[in-house]
């Protein structure tokens, strides 16, 4: 099977297996997992802030950036195209007791003035708005960088009306790899940025958030409170370590192959995409069938997809990917929509 429903599908490569075995660990929840110290210093290095803390997921990240930069009854800025709307279980509802802000464009995009639009709170019947969240790559928009510049637009925003920036950077590192921007000048504008290290990097488990020192303090408490206060991690946070040390590179690779994958997509009838809107390892698509049908057809060939919606799928592209099974999926796709 030719899986490329997500990059999250990875699996530990020997040498990753090898550099967990050897971790030096301790208890986390004391503070004594040497190894995971050094996950949260080198990713907080990377992203050029004073403190990082290593989470189980993505989801969890975003989960307590949103707690340590709201109270109860809050409103949170984001874009309606964002994996925090409609893909972390209404979770901002449950753990932090705040109400979402949909906004933006098709893209996942908000300039400063959508955000200058929306902001409120001056009157006792309004809700407080407090945090905006942005994502880079933008997930449901095909992968897309969002723009330095525009970036900066919204943080300025954010500051002149008082409100904390978060970044859901679960693929930020494609980010840095399209645009030769580094991780450290595209978090520059946030006060607390997560990022994934089971995505493309190809680590099994783990994300990290960053930010200045006492909000990540912070962070922690409430990360052992939401049930993340793990014990002899380290085994983990070595996989995330080798990652970065190793597979960082390796994305450019991904995104060619997306490419590939988009071209291959675009000269098909049943297909509509622009391969120049492929800019990193995500490729969407809509299709004139339902996407289901096009799945089953699909996996009959030995090549999973997933449906984004009624009529749209997403491909992505990995490190257990070979060349040949890049090609193979163009020759399956031109077979079964030519
Ligand atoms: C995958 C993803 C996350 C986090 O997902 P987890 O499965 O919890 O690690 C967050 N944001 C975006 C944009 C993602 O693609």
New binding site residues.
């Given amino acids: 099977m030719i899986d490329l429903r997500s990059d999250?599908v990875t699996k530990p490569t020997p040498a990753m297996r090898q550099a967990m075995a050897e971790a030096e660990v301790g208890d986390d929840v004391f503070g004594e997992d040497p190894t995971v110290q050094r996950l949260q210093a080198r990713v907080a290095h990377l992203l050029g802030k004073e403190a990082g803390l290593f989470v189980p997921?993505?989801?969890?990240?975003?989960q307590l950036a949103i707690r340590v930069h709201t109270r109860p009854g809050d409103e949170v800025v984001l874009a309606e195209r964002?994996?925090?709307f409609h893909?972390?279980s209404g979770a901002p509802a449950a753990l932090s007791g705040v109400q979402l802000r949909p906004i933006g464009d098709a893209r996942g995009f908000l300039t400063g003035d959508d955000v200058r639009a929306v902001v409120r709170g001056r009157y006792d019947w309004e809700p407080r708005t407090r945090l905006v969240c942005l994502?880079n790559t933008?997930?449901k928009a095909g992968g897309l960088v969002y723009p330095l510049d525009l970036t900066r637009e919204v943080a300025e925003v954010a500051r002149e009306h008082g409100l904390a920036l978060h970044l859901?950077g679960?693929?930020l590192w494609n980010a840095a790899v399209t645009s030769g921007q580094s991780e450290a000048d595209l978090a520059a504008p946030f006060d607390t940025v997560?990022v994934?290290l089971?995505?493309g990097l190809g680590a099994p488990v783990g994300?990290v958030l960053a930010g200045e020192a006492e909000t990540i303090r912070l962070a922690q408490r409430y990360r052992k409170l939401f049930g993340g206060g793990m014990r002899q991690v380290g085994i983990l946070a070595a996989a995330g370590l080798h990652a970065l040390d190793h597979h960082r590179a390796d994305l450019a690779t991904d995104h060619t192959r997306a490419h590939r994958l988009a071209e291959a997509l675009a000269v098909l009838p049943v297909f509509e995409i622009d391969p120049v809107s492929v800019e990193t390892n995500i490729v969407i698509a809509q299709t004139a069938m339902p996407a289901e049908t096009v799945l089953e057809r699909l996996a009959e060939h030995g090549v999973r997809m997933v449906a984004f919606g009624p009529h749209t799928i997403r491909a992505t592209t990995h490190r257990d990917l070979s060349d040949a099974d890049v090609e193979r999926t163009v020759d399956v796709l031109t077979q079964a929509f030519g």
């Fill in positions: 999250t997921s993505g989801v969890m990240g975003n964002s994996h925090i893909y972390e994502e933008v997930n859901d679960a693929r997560s994934c089971s995505k994300s």
